[in-house]
């Protein structure tokens, strides 16, 4: 083959790679896109949801009863549902899919030239993937780390192109992250990005203060900008009452929230999640070890073939054990649908990444860029969970820049010859030469297995509504649930309490009072909260219970109506454990409140109007011809 035929060759291998992958890039983009657009379709989720719901339509027309701990989030629903509002809740899942593309877009067009094209979209892919395991309305949650992403984006920009302007724009979302969920005050610490930056680089000490000073401005600017619109609809008092009350609920010892707790939750679920991901780095080295065993065997005595499959072998089995092992070495949080998925997966993520920053931190080859970026790669998910007492629950939320970088990491370790002979390099010195082969196999049997793995869990945390997705074909008679699916058992029990209430108080001038952790059902009746929505809150106490009920007494002439959740809700609509659901309901007096909730009931001539496995709805003597008094057994078991 003369040279011109090589050349020829060559082109067209470089051509047909280059077709490859952008078929690539297409399958992953749709991907991208069709993912979390086709998941909006599937869960209705009466809790979360509800007070999402509750917030969003009540922020300026019962303030008193609306949280602002995330007034930005609450205002921009709010804004969506004026327009929008025809497509139900569904709209707001839509909101959820718009806000997820432009991250998409984000993380790809400011950091796929340092990760490429290919892995960067594969991480999205993850991300996305992983994300829409929670809920599917738009939230605080996920509108968070929209924003945190945008900050260190824009950090990282700022330190790598060395442009002020950037600087500034961090400093605007860092303020819009705060006023979007209050907790993520604690994204002060992306600054960390500009210590970094001036430590290992050595930068002039002007320089650095320079970039934390364009920074702060952003932030001042947009806070005196939210400040105005907060007067101008005279809604600061509320505000500044609400962040009275998160330091309270944060200084009270035992409570959820108290800054122990969150100290301690943050702590060891972040370790705890670090311990799987090294047991599962070991096991795959232990894997990679036995697999160059096998591609080792040419040339070697045939009475030490034997000996050294059977070597192998052993090697291989501890390592699959150690595989399965660290996917369940963390118990499963006590959460509804949960399994230890999140916090196994960011383990691996946190762990890989670590590997990567090293390597290029103290590497003779290394990128001062990959560093910094592999930084913002591990704040996104601490800065995710940081203030919340889920542990490493929403971490899930969390994997947009970690993953895309992980990819990155694994790609360049396994594809990459030079990688290869760098490591050699060092395990030759010991005797041992690890084959390219060994490598590929043992990263395919890795990746099948974490896809598995990935895969259940994206199947067993949909929403709350079952365990089960195919089970989803249902629906909610609701124009607020069109184009909504869920459980046959969940749709019935909804449809029996909307058709009760319809008949019961058409025109909806009465308010209503939940009892459980149904708050949807305010929002699919359209009626106002009697009380505080979510009555059985921890944080609600029964003191505060019994102050706004003598409140609602004075401002409303009518007595609510009443929903009782007989089981919780946040645990599905199963047969399997309905049982177990309705016993531990009976069981619990949620601190007082419901002994006070029977005796409002009592005083007030209450009778059972409705009942189904999961509801029962309470109308009061003057608008029902119910004679039925017998709803002790519902709610306490008498």
Same mark, same amino acid.
Request: hydrophobic residues 45%; charged residues 15%; contains cysteine.
């Given at each position: 083959?003369?040279?011109?035929?090589?050349?020829?060759?060559?082109?067209?291998?470089?051509?047909?790679?280059?077709?490859?992958?952008?078929?690539?890039?297409?399958?992953?983009?749709?991907?991208?896109?069709?993912?979390?657009?086709?998941?909006?379709?599937?869960?209705?989720?009466?809790?979360?949801?509800?007070?999402?719901?509750?917030?969003?339509?009540?922020?300026?027309?019962?303030?008193?009863?609306?949280?602002?701990?995330?007034?930005?989030?609450?205002?921009?629903?709010?804004?969506?549902?004026?327009?929008?509002?025809?497509?139900?809740?569904?709209?707001?899942?839509?909101?959820?899919?718009?806000?997820?593309?432009?991250?998409?877009?984000?993380?790809?067009?400011?950091?796929?030239?340092?990760?490429?094209?290919?892995?960067?979209?594969?991480?999205?892919?993850?991300?996305?993937?992983?994300?829409?395991?929670?809920?599917?309305?738009?939230?605080?949650?996920?509108?968070?780390?929209?924003?945190?992403?945008?900050?260190?984006?824009?950090?990282?920009?700022?330190?790598?192109?060395?442009?002020?302007?950037?600087?500034?724009?961090?400093? !605007?979302?860092?303020?819009?992250? *705060?006023?979007?969920?209050?907790?993520?005050?604690?994204?002060?610490?992306?600054?960390?990005?500009?210590?970094?930056?001036?430590?290992?680089?050595?930068?002039?000490?002007?320089?650095?203060?320079?970039?934390?000073?364009?920074?702060?401005?952003?932030?001042?600017?947009?806070?005196?900008?939210?400040?105005?619109?907060?007067?101008?609809?005279?809604?600061?008092?509320?505000?500044?009452?609400?962040?009275?009350?998160?330091?309270?609920?944060?200084?009270?010892?035992?409570?959820?929230?108290?800054?122990?707790?969150?100290?301690?939750?943050?702590?060891?679920?972040?370790?705890?999640?670090?311990?799987?991901?090294?047991?599962?780095?070991?096991?795959?080295?232990?894997?990679?070890?036995?697999?160059?065993?096998?591609?080792?065997?040419?040339?070697?005595?045939?009475?030490?073939?034997?000996?050294?499959?059977?070597?192998?072998?052993?090697?291989?089995?501890?390592?699959?054990?150690?595989?399965?092992?660290?996917?369940?070495?963390?118990?499963?949080?006590?959460?509804?649908?949960?399994?230890?998925?999140?916090?196994?997966?960011?383990? !691996?993520?946190?762990?890989?990444?670590?590997?990567?920053?090293?390597?290029?931190?103290?590497?003779?080859?290394?990128?001062?860029?990959?560093?910094?970026?592999?930084?913002?790669?591990?704040?996104?998910?601490?800065?995710?969970?940081?203030?919340?007492?889920?542990?490493?629950?929403?971490?899930?939320?969390?994997?947009?820049?970690?993953?895309?970088?992980?990819?990155?990491?694994?790609?360049?370790?396994?594809?990459?010859?030079?990688?290869?002979?760098?490591?050699?390099?060092?395990?030759?010195?010991?005797?041992?030469?690890?084959?390219?082969?060994?490598?590929?196999?043992?990263?395919?049997?890795?990746?099948?297995?974490?896809?598995?793995?990935?895969?259940?869990?994206?199947?067993?945390?949909?929403?709350?509504?079952?365990?089960?997705?195919?089970?989803?074909?249902?629906?909610?008679?609701?124009?607020?649930?069109?184009?909504?699916?869920?459980?046959?058992?969940?749709?019935?029990?909804?449809?029996?309490?909307?058709?009760?209430?319809?008949?019961?108080?058409?025109?909806?001038?009465?308010?209503?009072?939940?009892?459980?952790?149904?708050?949807?059902?305010?929002?699919?009746?359209?009626?106002?909260?009697?009380?505080?929505?979510?009555?059985?809150?921890?944080?609600?106490?029964?003191?505060?219970?019994?102050?706004?009920?003598?409140?609602?007494?004075?401002?409303?002439?009518?007595?609510?109506?009443?929903?009782?959740?007989?089981?919780?809700?946040?645990?599905?609509?199963?047969?399997?454990?309905?049982?177990?659901?309705?016993?531990?309901?009976?069981?619990?007096?949620?601190?007082?409140?419901?002994?006070?909730?029977?005796?409002?009931?009592?005083?007030?001539?209450?009778?059972?109007?409705?009942?189904?496995?999961?509801?029962? *709805?309470?109308?009061?003597?003057?608008?029902?011809?119910?004679?039925?008094?017998?709803?002790?057994?519902?709610?306490?078991?008498?």
């Amino acid at each position: 083959m003369n040279k011109e035929q090589l050349l020829s060759k060559k082109e067209q291998l470089l051509s047909k790679k280059e077709q490859i992958e952008k078929i690539a890039k297409i399958v992953l983009i749709a991907g991208i896109f069709l993912y979390p657009f086709l998941c909006s379709f599937f869960g209705i989720d009466l809790g979360d949801t509800g007070i999402h719901m509750f917030n969003y339509e009540n922020i300026y027309s019962n303030p008193d009863k609306v949280g602002f701990t995330c007034y930005l989030t609450n205002v921009l629903a709010w804004g969506w549902l004026q327009i929008f509002g025809g497509l139900g809740i569904w709209g707001l899942n839509l909101l959820e899919v718009i806000v997820e593309m432009v991250m998409a877009f984000t993380v790809y067009k400011v950091f796929h030239k340092y990760l490429g094209d290919l892995q960067t979209l594969f991480g999205i892919l993850i991300a996305i993937m992983a994300s829409d395991t929670y809920l599917n309305i738009f939230n605080y949650h996920q509108f968070n780390v929209f924003f945190l992403i945008l900050i260190l984006g824009f950090e990282f920009k700022a330190v790598v192109e060395k442009k002020f302007k950037y600087s500034f724009v961090a400093g !605007i979302f860092l303020t819009l992250v *705060v006023f979007s969920r209050m907790g993520s005050i604690t994204a002060l610490v992306t600054c960390f990005i500009y210590v970094f930056s001036y430590l290992y680089n050595n930068e002039d000490v002007k320089y650095f203060m320079k970039h934390l000073g364009v920074f702060a401005g952003g932030v001042a600017a947009t806070f005196g900008v939210l400040a105005a619109f907060l007067a101008i609809t005279g809604q600061v008092e509320y505000f500044i009452n609400n962040i009275f009350r998160l330091s309270g609920i944060a200084s009270t010892a035992g409570s959820g929230y108290s800054m122990e707790n969150l100290w301690s939750t943050f702590i060891f679920g972040n370790l705890d999640a670090i311990a799987s991901g090294v047991i599962y780095l070991a096991a795959s080295m232990i894997l990679l070890l036995g697999m160059n065993i096998l591609f080792s065997l040419k040339g070697i005595h045939p009475k030490k073939i034997i000996l050294n499959i059977a070597f192998s072998a052993v090697v291989i089995g501890i390592a699959v054990y150690m595989l399965v092992y660290a996917y369940d070495v963390n118990t499963v949080p006590n959460w509804p649908q949960m399994t230890t998925g999140p916090s196994f997966f960011i383990g !691996i993520l946190y762990v890989v990444t670590f590997c990567y920053v090293f390597f290029n931190m103290y590497s003779k080859n290394g990128n001062p860029d990959l560093i910094i970026l592999g930084i913002c790669a591990i704040m996104l998910p601490l800065l995710t969970i940081a203030g919340s007492n889920t542990g490493t629950k929403h971490v899930i939320l969390a994997f947009w820049i970690i993953a895309p970088f992980a990819v990155s990491a694994v790609c360049r370790f396994v594809f990459s010859k030079a990688a290869l002979e760098a490591v050699n390099a060092m395990t030759e010195k010991y005797g041992l030469k690890i084959r390219h082969g060994a490598v590929l196999a043992c990263t395919g049997i890795i990746l099948v297995c974490m896809g598995v793995k990935f895969a259940d869990m994206l199947y067993y945390t949909m929403n709350f509504d079952s365990v089960d997705r195919s089970s989803l074909r249902y629906s909610v008679n609701s124009d607020k649930l069109k184009h909504m699916k869920t459980t046959e058992r969940e749709a019935d029990a909804v449809n029996g309490v909307l058709d009760c209430i319809n008949h019961l108080d058409e025109e909806k001038e009465r308010p209503l009072m939940v009892f459980g952790g149904a708050i949807l059902m305010y929002s699919l009746n359209e009626m106002d909260s009697y009380v505080q929505p979510w009555v059985t809150n921890p944080n609600y106490t029964e003191e505060k219970l019994k102050e706004d009920l003598k409140i609602a007494k004075e401002n409303w002439e009518e007595k609510p109506v009443v929903i009782f959740c007989r089981t919780n809700n946040y645990y599905g609509f199963e047969e399997y454990n309905y049982d177990v659901l309705i016993e531990s309901e009976l069981y619990n007096q949620y601190n007082g409140k419901k002994d006070w909730f029977m005796k409002f009931l009592h005083r007030n001539d209450y009778r059972l109007e409705y009942a189904n496995d999961y509801y029962i *709805v309470l109308a009061p003597g003057d608008i029902t011809q119910s004679e039925d008094y017998d709803y002790n057994w519902y709610i306490v078991g008498e």
